[in-house]
């Protein structure tokens, strides 16, 4: 799962988002007494604290890659050997 949220950040930050605005509203709908306004107010605060508590997580994710060298493994798969940028006259 860890590898999944590292190649798709954003995706893990939306689905978040939309799994906790999701989650809010029904909550603030099943509470008596309250207003319309105030439920959908309600369920943006608290998406929105979620959605910052995701993008920490994520920079986190970041931030531990870049420490450990996992980054840059990654991407070293992509790039040719150094041998190849040698200029051969």
Known sequence: MRQ???DHKLRA?????LSGIAG???YNWSQPGMKTSVRIIHARLHAQALTLAALAGA???EY?????GAKSERYAKFLPPIDSYSHKD
């Open 59 to 61: 920079a986190v994710v």
């Open 64 to 68: 531990y890659d870049h420490n450990t």
């Open 13 to 17: 930050v939306g689905s978040l988002w």
């Open 4 to 6: 999944w949220v590292v």
């Open 24 to 26: 809010s509203i029904a």
